[in-house]
């Protein structure tokens, strides 16, 4: 890694690599009166700038802070409004720890409205959420066993399933509708239901097997199964030597996934998630079928509504902290996880689970951590948004501004771990940056949109020196390309 701060060779050849272009009036780059004593380090990186062409008219908004002193080493367009994508994750992380603390819970609890006499609950049951995002399948089964050994056996009345916790707004302001058909694009529910550990909230994940016989229809399992997913599957299973062309699209606002393609015959599982519309009535379903298994039986119907103050509270679920969900979240770039912070932020903070105040509460915050936000645009938590606006500085400041904070040790933690395989320690950046010089030694958020790539976080170089950095690439012609420029970057910081 860079040992001194960096020298004026250094900033006009970056710079060219950073335009994509020799015009350098356009620029007023910023850099340290000390200069590299490397001759190589400056060649080698020449080399590489000279190659790129990839940034030809883009924008490339890059800061790097000594990680010890804060100091700014190198400024590229670092006071530029950029979209971050999901780099904008590290803001609501920071801001959430602030506000809820690393032991935060959410709490699912369940009501009833009537006595319980022999077994019976004269009245109707009532499943309350408050922003459990990793509420499963198995603690709904965990709550009607509950309620079994308390000795009910009938619910002489309706299930009730009651999201009032949150307002009803599902999607963040610039949510694309065509997002909304993918599981990054889940709707935020109070009473919500995640298939499994990676807690892709009111998702369903589908395993897709090839059938025993050629030209069969492939098989298709839901998990969990629910009521609130029809699945139209029109795809066959093909011999060995063919293609992999399996699709599953999600109509937008219908219950309908159309499989199609071709999946040959010696495929293993090929694993997909699709979104719930209704996560209140998918979590309904699920506790619905939990009550069956436990011998429960329900008279009435079951429809959404709200829990009664006079309500006597029967038996709760207590989610794991937030220290622990971080780590899909961030590691995994979870957007519903995101969202749902927000609103919560909202309610501790504000009185109010919505968007609007969730951002307010979020951005307040930031200040709080001593980063000014008056030049920011922060229209979601998640990165979503294509006019969320923030500088690399912005972020740059954050990264070394929360080093104090006692929850930083959590917040690192949950940051993905340059070239490390396991999918919930190096996240999305288990296939990057797994040279000899930073495999294990970058913890950076990614973040991707059409035309955007960004990464930033902490490296620690080749002679122990430790970084702060933030790359913000906007107008790319292809955001993929964007990857490979970054980590040849911090491939070359890390080296020195």
């Not at 010890?68 to 950029?82: K, T, Y």
């Not at 797994?434 to 955007?452: F, I, P, R």
Request: proline share 4%; hydrophobic share 35%.
């Amino acid at each position: 890694m860079i040992k001194k701060k960096l020298g004026v060779l250094f900033i006009i050849t970056l710079t060219m690599l950073l335009l994509g272009s020799g015009n350098l009036a356009a620029l007023s780059p910023v850099y340290a009166n000390n200069t590299v004593h490397t001759d190589s380090f400056l060649l080698t990186l020449q080399k590489l700038l000279e190659t790129e062409s990839e940034l030809q008219g883009s924008l490339a908004g890059i800061s790097i802070r000594d990680r010890e002193a804060g100091e700014l080493l190198f400024e590229n367009m670092a006071d530029v409004r950029l979209a971050p994508a999901s780099n904008m994750k590290l803001f609501t992380a920071a801001a959430a720890l602030q506000i809820l603390g690393e032991d935060y819970s959410f709490i699912t609890e369940v009501y009833g409205d009537g006595k319980v006499e022999k077994g019976t609950l004269k009245g109707n049951l009532y499943i309350k959420g408050n922003g459990d995002t990793s509420l499963s399948p198995e603690n709904l089964d965990k709550l009607a066993q509950n309620l079994k050994k308390d000795g009910i056996s009938v619910i002489e009345g309706d299930i009730v399933a009651d999201d009032s916790w949150y307002d009803q707004e599902p999607y963040s302001v610039d949510l694309a509708w065509s997002d909304t058909t993918t599981y990054y694009g889940a709707p935020v529910s109070a009473l919500t239901l995640s298939p499994n550990k990676e807690y892709d909230a009111g998702t369903v994940l589908l395993h897709l097997r090839p059938s025993d016989e050629i030209g069969e229809s492939i098989e298709i399992d839901s998990e969990p199964n629910t009521n609130e997913l029809k699945i139209i599957n029109n795809a066959i299973t093909v011999k060995e030597e063919n293609k992999n062309t399996i699709k599953v699209g999600k109509k937008y606002n219908s219950k309908e996934v159309i499989i199609e393609g071709e999946l040959p015959i010696n495929t293993k599982v090929v694993k997909e998630w699709v979104p719930i519309d209704d996560p209140t009535s998918y979590t309904l379903d699920i506790f619905r079928q939990s009550l069956e298994k436990q011998g429960i039986k329900v008279t009435g119907e079951a429809f959404k509504g709200t829990t009664p103050q006079l309500a006597s509270l029967l038996t709760t679920h207590k989610s794991i902290p937030l220290s622990e969900l971080l780590v899909p979240f961030m590691k995994l770039s979870n957007n519903t996880i995101a969202e749902t912070l927000v609103k919560e932020m909202g309610v501790v903070r504000l009185g109010e689970g919505s968007f609007e105040k969730g951002l307010i509460a979020l951005t307040d915050e930031l200040e709080t951590l001593s980063v000014p936000t008056s030049n920011m645009l922060i229209r979601d938590g998640s990165g979503v948004s294509p006019i969320d606006l923030v500088t690399a500085n912005d972020i740059t400041l954050l990264l070394y501004s929360i080093q104090k904070q006692g929850w930083f040790p959590t917040f690192m933690t949950s940051l993905p771990i340059s070239g490390e395989e396991d999918r919930l320690v190096g996240g999305t950046l288990r296939n990057r940056l797994n040279s000899e010089n930073t495999k294990g030694k970058v913890y950076a958020k990614t973040g991707t949109l059409s035309a955007v790539s960004s990464l930033s976080g902490y490296v620690e170089s080749k002679n122990g020196k430790e970084y702060i950095f933030s790359i913000l690439f906007n107008h790319l012609v292809d955001e993929e390309e964007g990857k490979i420029i970054e980590d040849k970057i911090i491939e070359l910081l890390a080296s020195y």
